[in-house]
């Protein structure tokens, strides 16, 4: 016996050697090695449910009628209305200070805010922008320009009237590019714009940078613009190119179409809930998320040891979520909610094995088995990969942003959606939905986190209790505040009573 226990703690440093040492000895499965290294252990540790007798009752769940004409109802009319349209009146200056060029990281609907925000910036100054430049997404390794996503003439013809856009700088400027400013420090590129700038900042320190060479660079350009004490022009702009910045022709008149179409001709052959009408689920929970979120997801050691692993390469220690325990963590509700909790939230507010959902996701962590139990709760249940073809989605294999431009245009379409955590884009459909009175339910996290530490807690009073967290969370109008973004809430700066 002591033999055996010996060998065991010898072997023991050699297996966390061998675990610590296989990226490195097999790259091929880490590709690339950041980001993928907590998704193997998930794999060959798929968690069990951990909230099994509140799946099995869920399961079982009977959604009465009424409950149902209930939850589908539409929004009733709350008093507000958009009232932010393109100008017909040139505002535009004589004559322009130079040209302003932006370069835009982050996933889509970051860049997306971006993009609202140069339009902003370049009315401040008086200036022309170029169309924003798209970095290489970090994460995904995506390449689409703003011309592969975004509907270029719309952008240029909707400010036409308040802001000179124009698709590259003239040959005299030919040489400013994103090549230029990564190879050197560069008068023309300003690096310290701050978060949530202020307009007298951008007068004051990008300005004289226009009059001097005619051209300026904003690099980083994410979330560099104040919401507050902004003139009335400058937020109308921001919120109409919010609401108005649309996908490329392209993929209109192509990929989405298909899709929609393919979905609606599905919903017909089968009899789901709603007569025709769909929920979107987005499900934030990929690998990022989860190492930096710092929670326990059922994974075991061996997840848990990979999270952490990968947390200290990507961040070095500057997770602050770190220094709790789970338990404190979903108490406060930080913890994103995992694809069983998520399911179980629907269920509980009376979507029926009937619903059909949509999920709007890239790569969720843990893979297939990790979203069992929500398939298993919604067995209609569809997505990009399942909605298209092959050769369709070959044409988009690799193009992130644009797969993401697709969940984002189907989910306005929804009937509901719904958000698993915040997020981007989260964020900006709950300001485009409520500028258009759809209906959005916003997950009450720090209800939800008690809920699900509570293992004895029975289906009933799981349900009473989710439902009653959840009555005024479904799209009811909320005031912005101050330092708040009018993505996010766009009462009362770009809708008007009435």
């Not at 535009?92 to 609907?109: C, E, M, R």
């Not at 925000?117 to 703003?146: C, G, M, R, Y």
């Not at 400027?173 to 090549?179: L, M, N, P, Q």
Request: hydrophobic share 40%; net charge positive; charged share 20%.
């Amino acid at each position: 016996m002591k033999i055996h226990h010996q060998n065991q703690s010898q072997r023991m440093p050699f297996a966390v050697l061998f675990v610590l040492l296989l990226p490195i000895l097999s790259p091929h499965l880490f590709s690339p090695l950041s980001r993928s290294y907590p998704s193997l252990f998930s794999e060959w540790n798929a968690p069990k449910p951990r909230h099994l007798p509140l799946l099995k009752a869920a399961l079982d769940r009977h959604v009465p009628v009424g409950e149902k004409n209930e939850l589908w109802s539409p929004l009733p009319y709350q008093g507000w209305k958009p009232c932010i349209e393109p100008t017909t009146i040139h505002t535009l200056p004589t004559k322009s200070q130079g040209y302003i060029q932006v370069f835009l990281d982050g996933g889509l609907n970051q860049q997306r805010m971006g993009i609202c925000d140069a339009v902003a910036v370049a009315k401040i100054l008086n200036a022309t922008l170029v169309i924003p430049h798209l970095e290489v997404n970090a994460v995904w390794q995506d390449t689409s320009s703003f011309a592969d996503i975004f509907d270029v003439e719309h952008f240029i013809d909707t400010l036409s009237h308040d802001v000179a856009i124009v698709k590259e700088p003239p040959s005299e400027y030919s040489w400013s590019s994103r090549e230029y400013y990564g190879t050197g420090i560069r008068a023309t590129r300003i690096k310290t714009a701050p978060v949530h700038g202020s307009a007298e900042w951008y007068l004051e320190n990008v300005l004289p940078v226009l009059q001097s060479y005619g051209i300026a660079a904003i690099a980083p350009f994410s979330h560099r613009l104040a919401f507050d004490k902004l003139p009335t022009n400058i937020q109308r702009l921001q919120s109409l190119e919010m609401h108005s910045l649309i996908v490329s022709a392209i993929l209109l008149e192509s990929f989405i179409p298909m899709e929609l179409s393919s979905y609606k001709e599905r919903m017909n052959d089968t009899e789901s809930e709603g007569s025709g009408k769909f929920v979107v689920l987005h499900l934030r929970f990929d690998k990022d998320m989860a190492a930096h979120s710092s929670c326990d997801f059922g994974g075991g050691k061996a997840e848990r040891l990979a999270l952490a692993k990968y947390r200290q390469v990507l961040w070095q220690g500057r997770v602050l979520n770190s220094q709790f325990t789970d338990e404190a963590l979903r108490k406060q509700g930080r913890c994103p909610l995992t694809p069983e909790e998520i399911g179980l939230l629907l269920a509980a507010l009376g979507f029926s094995n009937s619903t059909r959902l949509y999920l709007a996701s890239h790569k969720v962590y843990g893979g297939e088995k990790r979203i069992s139990a929500l398939k298993k709760l919604f067995p209609l249940m569809d997505d990009k990969k399942s909605l298209a073809s092959a050769e369709e989605l070959k044409k988009v294999d690799g193009k992130a942003s644009l797969l993401a431009a697709v969940d984002y245009y189907v989910s306005l379409q929804s009937d509901i959606f719904i958000s698993a955590s915040p997020g981007n884009m989260h964020n900006a459909l709950v300001g485009h939905r409520t500028y258009l009175n759809l209906k959005t339910i916003r997950p009450n996290m720090v209800m939800l986190g008690p809920l699900f530490l509570n293992k004895s807690m029975e289906w009933p009073e799981f349900q009473h209790a989710v439902l009653s967290g959840h009555k005024s969370r479904q799209g009811q109008i909320r005031l912005r505040k101050e330092r708040q973004s009018i993505y996010t809430y766009p009462i009362p700066d770009c809708m008007c009573q009435s």
